[in-house]
């Protein structure tokens, strides 16, 4: 019998964070799951910070004053897999601007789902920011770079069977 564990507290595993991306050519809201292949996708919030000192402290005071958040993807490439290979073609084609823009949504799937909504997530714009493609001999290709967000994210919810987005 468990006496000392708190069950309740139990930690969470990767693959309760679902990160889909709009893999169409409008941006019109075709999302493809980054999921098989992508080995990472990590989020840095980067907040930014404002330090001041004030004549009547020994020490500084910090605040943060706003954030610039990224995320990092590192993916094996693979033949079918919309996610992964419209990261690929933005470094392989050169794309700058719109063209390298995504919709990018990260879902909360630890969170509670609403019957009809979905699961809360947050939808960013992105910019990607290819960093390399490689691979040995014999080894798999991989992709890795770097999606940077533009502006302030939505809150909302995003269905996973539907794969639609709604603001909240």
């Known amino acids: 019998m468990l006496t000392n564990v708190d069950i309740a507290k139990e930690p969470l595993l990767r693959n309760m964070i679902a990160d889909y991306l709009d893999t169409s050519e409008d941006g019109t809201g075709t999302y493809s799951l980054m ?23 020994s020490s500084s005071s910090s605040y943060v004053k706003g954030y ?4 990092e993807y590192d993916c094996d ?15 392989r084609n050169h794309y700058t601007g719109a063209k390298a823009m995504f919709n990018y949504i990260r879902v ?3 969170d509670e789902k609403d ?3 979905g699961y809360p997530a947050r939808k960013f714009v992105v910019t990607c920011i290819p960093d390399s493609t490689e691979g040995a001999g014999g080894d798999y290709i991989a992709t890795t770079g770097t999606l940077k967000a533009i502006g302030d994210f939505v809150e909302g919810f995003f269905n996973t069977q539907t794969k639609a987005f709604t603001e909240k």
């Open 68 to 71: 610039k958040p990224e995320f």
């Open 108 to 110: 909360d799937l630890f």
């Open 35 to 57: 999921g098989a292949g992508f080995k990472k996708v990590d989020e840095k919030p980067n907040a930014q910070e404002y330090e001041a000192f004030y004549i009547n402290q």
């Open 77 to 91: 490439m693979m033949l079918g897999d919309a996610a992964c290979m419209a990261l690929y073609k933005v470094g």
């Open 115 to 117: 019957s009809s909504k």
